[in-house]
């Protein structure tokens, strides 16, 4: 079974930093694009960044960027770094991954369980 499985997640005061990891496992032939979601209690689930190989291209949302960094490694990991956290950017963090699980079969998003990233003073 492939499993995406976030760490980093915790409370932060405003100003302040926090770097989430993802961790991808199992039986896998090809990894593509890896992102990272944020939900909000109550509101919709929302593309922070995304990026497309260790040196490839990368997207952010407009609140992300400048602020936010997101970067992978060739050990099949994902990493968000968030500086100058706001309250707003409390919520929790999903990271996503395009995986091929074996030659001839279509590509699929999988995606991890969260962690919980909360901002306040």
């Known amino acids: 079974q492939v499993q995406l499985v976030e760490s980093g997640g915790g409370s932060v005061q405003p100003g302040g930093s926090l770097r989430l990891s993802c961790a991808v496992s199992g039986s896998i032939f090809s990894i593509g694009i890896m992102r990272w979601y944020r939900q909000a209690p109550g509101s919709q689930r929302e593309l922070v960044a995304s990026?497309?190989?260790?040196?490839?291209?990368v997207d952010y949302a407009d609140f992300a960027k400048g602020r936010f960094t997101i970067s992978r490694d060739i050990r099949k990991m994902v990493y968000l770094q968030m500086n100058s956290l706001t309250a707003e950017d409390t919520a929790v963090y999903y990271c996503?991954?395009?995986?091929?699980?074996?030659?001839?079969?279509?590509?699929?998003?999988?995606w991890g369980q969260g962690t919980q990233v909360t901002v306040s003073s």
């Open positions: 990026i497309t190989t260790t040196d490839g291209p």
């Open positions: 996503n991954a395009d995986i091929r699980v074996k030659l001839g079969v279509p590509l699929a998003t999988y």
